[in-house]
């Protein structure tokens, strides 16, 4: 799941234009540049029917957006 959203997240012009290809999952990598988005899975379940599981799983997602300055993160 997380790889499908940073490809929706990429794949949107306005933050591909603020953060490039910095949008990562569960860490952002020492040294990495600055605007980020980093990802991290925090939970979730899976979705059941009257019969059991149904294979799709309701997860909660943790979105921490990373920048150099306050000013640049109210942007």
Known sequence: MEEALIALLLADPTIAALVG?????????EGSTLPAIVLHRIGGAPLNADDGEVGLENARMQIDCWTRTYTEEKH
């Open 21 to 29: 290809n910095s949008v990562f999952p569960v860490a952002r990598p």
